[in-house]
């Protein structure tokens, strides 16, 4: 294919305009200068509790002007008064939403799901939708990706692919019981709807897994590119993550430990090597949401175990 591109003979530069203004010219000495974002791992502590109300908001550590928890996902609770209302996810692609107390009711578009806790739900967001508080009140966690769409400028247009979904909390525990019996001891319930049934994913940008620990079992060391935000159900004494940068004969070496307690959101930067382990006389439960959408469809996760 012929083209008529000659740079060595190019005309003489047009007159100025606002688009001609805007653009940079970079040399490799110039670009490669550039100061990199720090590590997320140097930066951010590795586990915060999660407040009673509001987003847990690491923007100024992370440099970043908008809310977020770790780059590209934003995690925080929700203390809805009885008969009051909060919009959800005006600003995300979606949202994994995990009732924590009381019960209510979550409005998208002309549908409407009653909600208690321990109910798991996936929003779609920018489509106006609302939380509801009964009686006694609602106050739910929730890990949306707005941080992403702000930092890309997108403005989100919902799809089928981000549909209203709800796991009550019933069907949930009789997976888990499903489970159990079926003698698996670290893992639980993946969370998943028939719009993208084939990615397994909650949301097109969102995985989200309902994670049980058996005593003495351990999800073993692994890593991937997605990061993680994981809140802890339930917990004890001897439940903990590792993580660090460098595997020695299949471990970590020189880890950081996190001990899990009730509460606790913990972050997983990307890449870095991790695992999660129960060495205590009860189960432990977290619901774990990663960025994994992009990664899955570039072909880029890079999940991978030490040993």
Do not use: C
Not at 43 to 59: E, F, K, R, W
Not at 188 to 201: Q, Y
Request: charged fraction near 15%; charge should be negative.
């Amino acid at each position: 294919m012929s083209h008529a591109i000659d740079y060595r003979h190019a005309g003489p530069a047009p007159a100025g305009t606002p688009a001609a203004a805007r653009a940079l010219y970079l040399t490799e000495r110039d670009f490669m200068g550039a100061a990199l974002p720090k590590p997320i791992e140097t930066v951010l502590p590795p586990a915060v509790m999660a407040p009673q109300d509001g987003p847990i908001d690491l923007s100024a550590e992370l440099g970043l002007p908008y809310p977020a928890t770790l780059p590209a996902m934003l995690a925080g609770t929700h203390a809805v008064k009885a008969g009051a209302s909060v919009p959800v996810g005006d600003a995300a692609g979606g949202v994994i939403v995990l009732v924590l107390e009381g019960a209510g009711e979550f409005r998208v578009g002309g549908e409407t799901a009653t909600v208690a806790a321990g109910d798991i739900l996936a929003v779609p967001g920018s489509v106006g939708a609302t939380a509801h508080g009964g009686a006694e009140g609602l106050r739910f966690y929730y890990v949306d990706d707005s941080p992403m769409a702000l930092y890309m400028g997108w403005q989100v247009r919902p799809t089928p692919r981000i549909a209203f979904t709800h796991w009550p909390a019933a069907l949930l525990a009789a997976k888990l019981e499903e489970t159990k019996a079926q003698g698996i001891t670290a893992s639980g319930v993946f969370l998943a709807h028939t719009g993208i049934e084939r990615e397994k994913l909650a949301t097109p940008n969102l995985f989200a897994h309902l994670n049980r620990l058996a005593p003495g079992a351990a999800n073993t060391v692994h890593g991937h590119a997605a990061a993680a935000i994981t809140y802890v159900i339930e917990g004890n004494e001897a439940s903990y993550s590792l993580l660090g940068e460098t595997l020695r004969d299949g471990a970590i070496v020189d880890p950081v430990r996190v001990d899990w307690r009730p509460g606790q959101v913990s972050l997983t930067p990307p890449n870095l090597w991790h695992g999660h382990f129960n060495d205590g006389k009860t189960d432990i439960l977290t619901l774990v949401v990663q960025l994994s959408g992009l990664y899955y469809n570039d072909r880029t996760m890079n999940f991978r175990f030490a040993s």
